[in-house]
């Protein structure tokens, strides 16, 4: 941690961003270096704020449900149908959809709106954009879909399904079975976390790069390189509405993914 | 924290207060909406779904109780139709029976009324002559005697048939005195 990382957090420009952009200081100065440093700062507002909006609302819409819903309950109705039919119900059928439409519902609407904190003025970052909270994400999804395969199946029989793949030559079976292993048990978390990830940095440092660029060419001197500026920060609002597409198809991508892994679990076949 | 002094390599280390936060965070967001909001969703669908698949049967079954009550409306009309002819025909079956013995009892009464008529003018009859039979009777005794008492020492036949006639009257006014 340096000094100029802290300053950074809090919005001095300084060209070009790096790593260091994603340091956020703590609120409270005292607790860092203890085992409370991360626990306050802008990236755990986000988490907080994300919680604390979707409880907030979900309670509030679905306060008096009635057969026919009003807009605000047909508004939360659509957000959890949407991952209910387009992802649970269509990948593992009726009875398991909607089993675990609950989860995956949750899981979209949660990463949906830590991204969204990524193009929200005055936040700029998504906690996700920190790799703790994918990681965090994807080990629940490796758990769940892990204990559902062997609660479904039993132990040895899921890592048949799993790791073994059906009709292939006996000879072959050494190669393809680590492979399937790495594949299927180790990779799986390790890809849905870095995929998530690494959009979300990605778009925080692109979008870091022409805002504080744009900063950067209107403090100087020359006044042709001001006038460029605008250019600069007229890139920064595209790519804004490009992350906006990135974060619903990033929080889509995750919960399909594990939706499928879940469904993976639950079949017969590999 | 992330140290840029560690290289790049840094932002792929989870830092693990972060994951906590974000365990307890979501888990409470988890606990909230799979506990008190999707299954209530799930709820509200199914009753959609049964007010939607109710209503249907619903209308199934007005349907055909609508269909029953118009069958039996056609197969009362249909007995009331029955009913009517029949009540009318009897009633035209009664009126005839009515007339005729109207018809009858008239004839009758008119027929009694005559055959009073022609009792009371044959009584009436009966009657003036056995008055004028007696009338007669006494005129011919009155008459007879006159004559009688004029020619009867003259004439033996006269008196002979005088005697006769005299005793033939007696008779029959005593009948008719007696049968009074």
Avoid at chain 1, 243 to 249: A, D, K, N, R
Avoid at chain 2, 42 to 69: L, S
Avoid at chain 2, 104 to 126: D, F, K, L, M, Y
Wanted: hydrophobic share 55%; charged share 15%.
């Amino acid at each position: 941690m340096t000094d100029s990382a802290i300053v950074l957090a809090e919005g001095e420009s300084h060209f070009p961003p790096g790593i260091h952009s994603f340091d956020f200081a703590d609120w409270f100065s005292g607790l860092t270096g203890t085992a409370l440093a991360h626990v306050f700062t802008t990236i755990t507002l986000g988490v907080w704020l994300t919680v604390a909006i979707l409880v907030v609302f979900f309670l509030w819409a679905y306060r008096k449900p009635q057969i026919v819903p009003t807009k605000k309950q047909w508004m939360a109705e659509s957000a959890y149908g949407f991952i209910r039919n387009t992802v649970a119900i269509d990948l593992m059928g009726k009875k398991d959809g909607v089993r675990f439409a609950p989860y995956l519902a949750t899981l979209f609407l949660f990463i949906v709106l830590m991204n969204f904190w990524a193009i929200v003025p005055g936040i700029q970052i998504s906690p996700n954009a920190h790799i703790a909270f994918p990681l965090m994400l994807a080990v629940l999804s490796w758990i769940m879909y892990v204990w559902v395969g062997i609660k479904t199946h039993g132990l040895v029989k899921w890592l048949k399904i799993t790791v073994v793949p059906p009709g292939a030559p006996l000879f072959i079976y050494p190669l393809l079975i680590p492979i399937e292993i790495l594949q299927n048990i180790i990779l799986r978390p390790v890809t849905l976390a870095l995929r998530l990830f690494a959009n979300m940095f990605a778009g925080h440092l692109i979008l870091l790069v022409f805002i504080l660029g744009g900063f950067e060419m209107l403090n100087s001197s020359n006044f042709f390189i001001q006038g460029l500026s605008i250019f600069s920060f007229g890139m920064g609002i595209a790519m804004t509405m490009f992350e906006l597409i990135v974060i619903l198809l990033q929080a889509y991508v995750f919960t399909l993914l594990t939706g499928m892994y879940i469904q993976g679990s639950l079949a017969e076949e590999h | 924290m992330i140290h840029a002094a560690e290289g790049g390599a840094a932002i792929l280390f989870p830092i693990w207060q972060e994951m906590l936060v974000g365990a307890i965070a979501f888990g409470l967001l988890c606990f909230v909406l799979i506990k008190f909001v999707f299954p209530r969703m799930e709820k509200t669908f199914e009753a959609r779904v049964d007010a939607i698949e109710g209503g249907i049967e619903r209308a199934e079954r007005a349907q055909e109780e609508a269909n029953q009550t118009l069958e039996e409306y056609r197969r009362k009309l249909a007995t009331a139709q029955e009913e009517a002819a029949a009540i009318r025909d009897e009633a035209r079956a009664t009126a005839e029976a009515g007339k005729e013995e109207i018809l009858v009892s008239a004839r009758e009464e008119a027929n009694r009324i005559i055959a009073a008529g022609h009792a009371q003018a044959e009584a009436s009859r009966q009657q003036l002559i056995r008055e004028l039979r007696s009338e007669v009777g006494n005129l011919a005794v009155d008459l007879a005697g006159k004559i009688i008492g004029q020619r009867l020492a003259g004439d033996a036949d006269t008196t002979a048939t005088v005697d006769q006639f005299l005793a033939e009257i007696a008779d029959e006014t005593a009948e008719t005195s007696g049968a009074r």
